[in-house]
T-cell receptor, first 112, second 115 residues
Framework: GEDVEQSLFLSVREGDSSVINCTYT??????LYWYKQEPGAGLQLLTY?????DMKQDQRLTVLLNKKDKHLSLRIADTQTGDSAIYFC????????????FGAGTRLFVKA | SQTIHQWPATLVQPVGSPLSLECTVE??????LYWYRQAAGRGLQLLFY??????ISSEVPQNLSASRPQDRQFILSSKKLLLSDSGFYLC??????????????FGSGTRLTVV
């Protein structure tokens, strides 16, 4: 299967950490990505992780990859109101071409 | 640097009218190009992708078509719009396989309302 699954909503208080989870089905995935979409805009690549890595940290963002369980997470430390957006998980695989599968997106609400 | 332009930003069209959305990429050559549709509050649906001039792959049979007349130009069209064509349309490009890690770069989107 080609599914990438995410929970649809997450609500956190400003200053708390947010953890957005994602599961994927294809074990041949090469890269996994997190994109952010603000209202009325296109998607913006936040970060990516190569499939042979377990963790990647970039300022307030931490990506964890569990290949055994096919589980990817994005942690946002000290969540701010400006982090309110839809976050998409995506996986890509090199199978004679280049195909990226996107999840349905998780809408993050940050309460002041 | 690479940029992607998509227009128009918003469009209101009557049922049965034609459609043409245009997307151009600058600063790169031979990009992979994509058209996605995003229904309200929902995820992305891949409509078409292209790996080269004149090469179009359709992911979902529908009322829409795509063309790539030039290397960095991707056009989404319809001869007769349906109400169900309403949505947020996104164009995107990606680099060749040796730069897969760069992911996709999306345009700012076109909000289409069919009335």
């Amino acid at each position: 299967g080609e599914d990438v699954e995410q929970s649809l909503f997450l609500s956190v208080r400003e200053g708390d950490s947010s953890v957005i989870n994602c599961t994927y089905t294809d074990s041949s995935s090469t890269y996994l990505y997190w994109y952010k979409q603000e209202p009325g805009a296109g998607l913006q690549l936040l970060t990516y992780i190569f499939s042979n890595m377990d963790m990647k940290q970039d300022q307030r963002l931490t990506v964890l990859l569990n290949k055994k369980d096919k589980h990817l997470s994005l942690r946002i430390a000290d969540t701010q109101t400006g982090d309110s957006a839809i976050y998409f998980c995506a996986e890509s695989r090199e199978t004679g071409g280049f195909k990226t599968i996107f999840g349905a997106g998780t809408r993050l609400f940050v309460k002041a | 640097s690479q940029t992607i332009h998509q227009w128009p930003a918003t469009l209101v069209q009557p049922v049965g009218s034609p459609l043409s959305l245009e997307c151009t990429v600058e600063g790169t050559s031979n990009p992979n190009l994509y058209w996605y549709r995003q229904a309200a509050g929902r995820g992305l649906q891949l409509l078409f992708y292209s790996v080269g001039i004149g090469q179009i792959s359709s992911e979902v049979p529908q009322n829409l078509s795509a063309s790539r007349p030039q290397d960095r130009q991707f056009i989404l069209s319809s001869k007769k719009l349906l109400l169900s064509d309403s949505g947020f349309y996104l164009c995107a490009w990606s680099p060749p396989l040796d730069r897969v890690w760069q992911g996709y770069t999306f345009g700012s989107g076109t909000r289409l309302t069919v009335v």
